[in-house]
C-alpha cells in the first residue's frame, strides 16, 4: 500500500454511488458554499467537539509563544533560529504517527487506497498515480511556502524595526487568503473540490478591520523592507495554508498529507538555516535547552492546534481569523506592547480594531457560530439568510465547476438563476474588496522613510532652529512614556530617601508612567541594605560608583552611563566616538538598562527646600524640558547675586565670584556663546532638578565627560587648586562641584535669568518656573 494514496471503502463507494444517480443531471448548475470531498464522496461537517476547543487552544498557545520569544528576540536571538527547524521536526514526528495510525487502521479494516482526487471504481491505475504525485507535490509546495515564511520573519527580525510589527503584519495574512480563493485561476489547487467563493460578509469584515488597521501602521517607524516582508509573509501563509486545506479535506490522504508537507518544511529550513544563524549572528553550535525548550514546545502546540482547526473546519479562514483574537491578548497582556511612544500613540485604535476583530471572528464564521448553536444549525445554515449572494464553485475559466458526487451543504435560493456571468461578475466585486486592505499598507511603506527611526529620532530631538530646515515635512512630536529617578547616595539615611521616592512616585506625572528608580551607591553599604531600606522595586537599580565629585559627578555618570546606547538606539549604525572606560566601565556592569528615559529626575536622598520641592514635583508636564526643584538664583556670569556668604574673611569662605570664573566657562562651554553678565543667566541651587531626553542629548558626549573627568580629579589636579564653603575641596568635595550645583540650567538650555525673577520661592507654576520643549 503506498503512502500517498487514499484509503477507500468499497461499501461506501456503492452507497454514494446510488445516492448520485438521481442527481447527476442538475448538480452542475448549482453552486455550492462548502463541499470538501471525503474517501466517500461525501461532504465533511466541522466537527463541533474538537473545533471549538482547538480555535482556543490555537488563541493561548500562539499568544504564549509570541509572549516568550519576543523578549529573546529582543536581547539575544540567536538561539531562536533553530526553532523554526527544531519546530518542524516535532511536526514531523507527529504527522508520521498519525500517518501510521491511519494505515494500521485501513489495513485492520481491510480498505484497499485508490489515488487522491480520482475516482476508485472508473480511472485508471495510471490516473491514480498521477494524482497521487500531484498531491505530493502540493504537500511538498505547502511545507516550503511556510518554512521560507519562517525565514524571511527571521530577516524581519534582523532589521530591528518596532518591536510586534511581524505579529501585526499577519493579521494580513486572512485578506491574503481571501485574494487567492477569489483568484480566477490559483495554482495547485482543486476547484472542483473545495475552494467556494467566500461570502460577501465574510470579505466585508475581513477586508474592513485589515484597510483600518493598514492606516493605523503608517507613520510606524520601520524600513520599507518590513512592510515588504511582511506582505510576502502573508503572502506565503495564505498559499500554504490554502494548500494544506486542500489536501486535509480528503479524508483518506489527510495523514499522508501531512506528513509530506512537515517532511517538506523541514528540509527547506535546514536549507536555510545557515542564512538565519548568519542574519542573527549566531554562532553555530547547539543553543542553550534551557532558553529554547520551553518556546519550542508552546510553538510546537500552536501549531498542531493550528492544524487541527485547519482539518476539524470547513474554511481555511478559521484557523486565520485566531489572529485577531491572539493581537487582542498580547495587547491587553501585562506585557503588553513595548513601551515606544510609536505603538503607545496607537493603542487605542489597535485595542478596537482587534477587539472588534475577535468578537466578530466567532459570529461570522460560519463554522464556529455552528458551535454556539450546540449543532442545531449546520455551518451552512447560519449564512442561509444572505439573499444577495449568488455563491458559486467555480473553476479556472470562472464556469461552474464539476460538482463532488455527494449533494451540497447548501444552495442559495437564488442558485438556479445564477448564471456564469453574474458569477464571474460577484467574483471580480469581491476580489477588488478584498484588494483595498493593501493600499494603505503601500502607502505606509512609501512614507516609512520620512518615518523611520532614524529619521524620526534626528527630527524630534535636533535643535528648532535646524529642525525647521531639516524636517520640513515630518516633525514628529516627542512624547514622554518613561521616567528615571536619579538617587546620588552615600550614607544619608535610607528612610528619609524612602519618603522621597515615595513622594516622587505618587506625583501626576510619575504615576501615569513606567518609572524606574536608579541608586548610584558611593558609601559602604550593600546592594541588599539599600533595596530594602528604600524598599525598592524589581526593576530599579542599585550601582556602585567611587566616591568623587559631589553629586555633579554621580549625575554626569548616569548621563555617560546612558548616552551611547540611547543614542544608538536612535540613529541606527551610528558609531560611539568615546565610550565609558576606568569605573564606569565597571559600573556599566551593574546597569539591565542603558539608554536614558524620556524624563530624568535628579535628586540627593535627602529633601532640600522640601516646602519649594513639593509643589513643583507636581508640576512636571509632558513638554517640559528643565525645571529646578530648588531656590532660582540670579547669576551674572560667575557672580551668584544671591549667596549668603561673609566675604568679610576670605581666606575661610567663598567669595560672591566663584574661584577662577567656573559657572562662566561652564556657561561659554555648553551654551557656545560668551557670557554677558548684563544680561544675567538662571542659576539654581541644590541640585534637585528634571530634564528632559531631548535636552540631555543636545550637549555632546565630550562636554559631559571633560566636566566628569575635572569632578573626579585626583589629588593634585590644577582643578582642586580652588576651595569653597565647608571647606571643600579634594576629589570627594570638589570646590568645582559648587560652580556645577549652579550651573545646570545653563547646562541644559534653560537659561533665561527672568525665571529667577518670575519664579520665587514660593511659585511653581510651569509657565513661570520651566522651559519647555516646543
Known sequence: MEGSETLYNKEDDEEARSADSPRTSDQSSRPLLYAFKARDGRQIMPSSKMLLPAQIGLIVFSTLSHQQTDPIADTEPGPLVLLPTAQYAVLSACAGLWAFRTKRKARAAGLRPPAASSSPTTDPPQGRSANAASQRRRAWIAGAAVAVAETVKAGQLSLKGPSRLDSTLETFTVAALLVYL???????????????????????????????LAFVLIGLPAVPASYAIGMLRAALLACSTALVKDGLCDQGSAAQFAQNAAVSALGVSLVGLPALRHLARDPIGLPDLQIVAQPLCVASAAQVMFYAVLHASTSAATPLLAVFARNFALLVSPSAMPAETSWSQRWTQLFVIYFIGSVLAFWIDADLRSVFSCGRRTASAGLADEEDEALALVDSAGHSARMPSSPPLHRHRDDDTTDASSTQASVRSRLIISLLPFLPLLLGAAVSPLSSRPFNASCAYLPDSIRSTVCPFFVPTVASNTVDIVMAYYDENLPDAQGLLTLLRQTPYVAARQERVVVYNKGLKSEQEIREGMALMEEDEVVPLPNLGREGGTYLSHILLHYNATVSSLAEGWQPTQAPVGDLAVSSKHLRRRTLADMTYFFQPHLAWGLIV???????????GFTNFGPNIRLECSYDTKAPVDISSPSRYLSLTLPSQMIESLYNMFRGKMCRKEEGQLGGWSAQMAVSKRRILDNPYARYAYVSELLSAPAGHWIHDQWGPNESGGPSNPAFGHAVERAWPAIFGCEDARIAKECPNEESAPEKCQCFDE
Open 614 to 624: 513639593e509643589p513643583r514635583v507636581q508640576q512636571v508636564l509632558e513638554k517640559t
Open 182 to 212: 477569489l483568484l480566477p485561476s490559483s495554482p495547485f489547487l482543486h476547484a472542483s473540490q473545495w475552494r467556494s467563493i467566500p461570502s460577501t460578509r465574510l470579505i466585508i469584515f475581513v477586508s474592513g478591520l485589515s484597510f483600518l
